[in-house]
């Protein structure tokens, strides 16, 4: 018998995936694509890694998985370094260059830090890829205004634009930072920076501005942030009668420690306060930089866009099918992932006849980015966008958020303040 009910069981099984077969090939005529990202999803970035990758599939899981008669694949690539828990060059090309050697890849999603974007944007244009970011915001990825010699065009080898970010660039989110420390009362501003591509860049802008304003800059100061003690600049900063620290960085480069720091010192509100850009809009940071800082520097952070709450339209509506969804709030750049694979999609969608007409992966991936580079009107979370001609979009949002005491074990949280022009 047990021969029989083997074969049995292997008839059975051999009809099952030829059922599915079937299946996949009625929903999918046109067979698969794949929809990269590349982000970290270590250490501090666990929370805001996976809640990017939730956005993503948000946005596959409306479409029913499907565009076009093509069924959508995801991989999650992450891009940070086993033995630092932080992002990686080696490892952004390394992953960079498995989806462009992917005959099914489409699209790639990323990256999450600004130096990582600097190192795939290219791989990924000479393979003529479409690269959407949910949270790169370094100026110098697409345009000239805040940018180093030569960029953008280092990153555009291919001569054409491929590089696209549903989100505003620290050019506007730096300067705005400095005209919010000018109306919060900021006589004298001691700027820090972690000495990174995204750090260093806003940091920058807000010191531009802040001159312009006529706000006194005592130093633009690059911190080792790999140090776990910043008192000798916190004593510094606390001699030069600087009554705000701006600081440009992320939640892994420093800030926990300036800001839980700045509180041991003495360099606490009414006397200094904090301000830094949206890098730091992270529920982590709170955790490791303490509540009590946060609360004690007045802590507060700008962010490229509306506040979840106050989304209306399509943002409201994505804001609430997150939460049903995963049961949780969105992390700071979960819906922008969501915003970034629906951009993928419908560019999927509208570049459908010249994909089935191209006679290769690379003319199918120069269909899907022409596509995409030519996104108007449309209708996202933050109301109605065009890209421009540098893959940016033409809007300027930008919101103001506060530290205050909240229920739950963290003890605080970030609150909406204020709408910033």
């Given at each position: 018998?047990?021969?029989?009910?083997?074969?049995?069981?292997?008839?059975?099984?051999?009809?099952?995936?030829?059922?599915?077969?079937?299946?996949?090939?009625?929903?999918?005529?046109?067979?698969?694509?794949?929809?990269?990202?590349?982000w970290?999803?270590?250490?501090?970035?666990?929370?805001?890694?996976?809640?990017?990758?939730?956005?993503?599939?948000?946005?596959?899981?409306?479409?029913?998985?499907?565009?076009?008669?093509?069924?959508?694949?995801?991989?999650?690539l992450?891009?940070?370094?086993?033995?630092?828990?932080?992002?990686?060059?080696?490892?952004?090309?390394e992953?960079?260059?498995?989806a462009?050697?992917?005959?099914?890849?489409?699209?790639?999603?990323?990256?999450?830090?600004?130096?990582?974007?600097?190192?795939?944007?290219?791989?990924?244009?000479?393979?003529?890829?479409?690269?959407?970011?949910?949270?790169?915001?370094?100026?110098?990825?697409?345009?000239?205004?805040?940018?180093?010699?030569?960029?953008?065009?280092?990153?555009?080898?291919?001569?054409?634009?491929?590089?696209?970010?549903?989100?505003?660039?620290?050019?506007?989110?730096?300067?705005?930072?400095?005209?919010?420390?000018?109306r919060?009362?900021?006589?004298?501003?001691?700027?820090?920076?972690?000495?990174?591509?995204?750090?260093?860049?806003?940091?920058?802008v807000?010191?531009?501005?802040?001159?312009?304003?006529?706000?006194?800059?005592?130093?633009?100061?690059?911190?080792?942030?790999?140090?776990?003690?910043?008192?000798?600049?916190?004593?510094?900063?606390?001699?030069?009668?600087?009554?705000?620290?701006?600081?440009?960085?992320?939640i892994?480069?420093?800030?926990?420690?300036?800001?839980?720091?700045?509180?041991?010192?003495?360099?606490?509100?009414?006397?200094?306060?904090?301000?830094?850009?949206?890098g730091?809009?992270?529920?982590?940071?709170?955790?490791?930089?303490?509540?009590?800082?946060?609360?004690?520097?007045?802590?507060?952070?700008?962010?490229?866009?509306?506040?979840?709450?106050?989304?209306?339209?399509?943002?409201?509506?994505?804001?609430?099918?997150?939460?049903?969804?995963?049961?949780?709030?969105?992390?700071a750049?979960?819906?922008?992932?969501?915003?970034?694979?629906?951009?993928?999609?419908?560019?999927?969608?509208?570049?459908?006849?010249?994909?089935?007409?191209?006679?290769?992966?690379?003319?199918?991936?120069?269909?899907?980015?022409?596509?995409?580079?030519?996104?108007?009107?449309?209708?996202?979370?933050?109301?109605?966008?065009?890209f421009?001609?540098?893959?940016?979009v033409?809007?300027?949002?930008?919101?103001?958020?506060?530290?205050?005491?909240?229920?739950?074990?963290?003890?605080?949280?970030?609150?909406?303040?204020?709408?910033?022009?």
């Amino acid at each position: 018998m047990r021969p029989f009910r083997i074969a049995a069981v292997a008839v059975a099984l051999l009809s099952f995936v030829i059922g599915v077969s079937s299946a996949d090939a009625q929903q999918c005529p046109k067979g698969k694509l794949r929809l990269y990202t590349s982000w970290p999803m270590q250490g501090a970035m666990i929370p805001e890694g996976t809640g990017m990758k939730n956005g993503v599939d948000l946005a596959v899981s409306e479409a029913g998985g499907v565009v076009a008669g093509y069924c959508l694949e995801v991989v999650n690539l992450d891009d940070a370094s086993p033995q630092t828990g932080k992002w990686d060059g080696a490892v952004e090309a390394e992953n960079a260059n498995k989806a462009v050697g992917d005959p099914l890849a489409i699209v790639y999603i990323g990256t999450y830090n600004s130096g990582a974007a600097k190192v795939s944007i290219p791989i990924n244009n000479r393979a003529h890829m479409a690269q959407i970011t949910p949270a790169n915001t370094y100026p110098g990825l697409t345009k000239k205004r805040g940018a180093a010699p030569g960029e953008p065009e280092i990153y555009r080898p291919g001569g054409f634009v491929n590089y696209f970010r549903p989100v505003p660039a620290d050019d506007i989110q730096g300067a705005v930072g400095a005209k919010w420390a000018k109306r919060l009362g900021a006589k004298k501003v001691y700027i820090l920076n972690d000495q990174e591509l995204y750090g260093k860049g806003i940091a920058d802008v807000f010191e531009v501005m802040a001159k312009k304003l006529g706000l006194p800059v005592v130093a633009n100061e690059g911190i080792d942030w790999k140090q776990p003690d910043q008192k000798p600049v916190l004593t510094k900063i606390r001699a030069s009668g600087a009554d705000l620290v701006y600081m440009g960085g992320v939640i892994e480069t420093g800030a926990q420690v300036v800001i839980r720091q700045m509180k041991e010192v003495g360099l606490v509100a009414p006397r200094v306060r904090f301000v830094g850009p949206d890098g730091l809009l992270e529920e982590e940071l709170l955790k490791g930089a303490t509540c009590d800082a946060a609360l004690a520097t007045e802590m507060r952070v700008t962010f490229a866009g509306l506040p979840f709450e106050k989304m209306r339209g399509v943002g409201a509506k994505t804001y609430e099918t997150y939460k049903s969804k995963f049961g949780k709030e969105p992390t700071a750049y979960a819906l922008y992932a969501a915003e970034a694979g629906r951009v993928a999609i419908e560019g999927i969608r509208r570049a459908a006849p010249e994909i089935e007409k191209a006679k290769d992966v690379t003319e199918k991936r120069e269909a899907v980015r022409k596509a995409i580079a030519a996104t108007k009107n449309f209708d996202g979370i933050n109301g109605k966008w065009n890209f421009d001609e540098n893959g940016d979009v033409d809007y300027d949002t930008m919101s103001g958020f506060k530290v205050v005491k909240a229920d739950g074990p963290i003890g605080c949280k970030f609150q909406f303040e204020t709408i910033l022009e």
